[in-house]
């Protein structure tokens, strides 16, 4: 509802998942705030992801070197934990 993102990285280290900040919370004009439908995009090239709202890039980062992990999740959450997302036509893709 505030129109910002935060992308967070879990790894799990013996018994416990510990969680680091990739990106701290950040504004974006792409991500609505009036409650409005947004295409959210996830895509990973190689080393590269990618995020985009409405096809408007948000932002790229590189997985860290020796990162052998081929599994990565998504969560959507809002700071003030006050928010409600519904997904439609949820896809998942392999890309070409």
Known sequence: PDGAYSIERSVQQQQESVVTKVIDWMPHPALTRDGSVN???????????????????????????????NRYGFVITARSGEAEARFDNLLGERLP
Do not use: D, K, S, Y
């Open 39 to 69: 295409r959210l995009q996830i895509e990973r090239r190689g080393n590269q992801i990618r995020f985009l709202a409405g096809g408007e890039e948000i932002t790229t980062f590189a997985v860290p070197e020796g990162e052998t992990v």
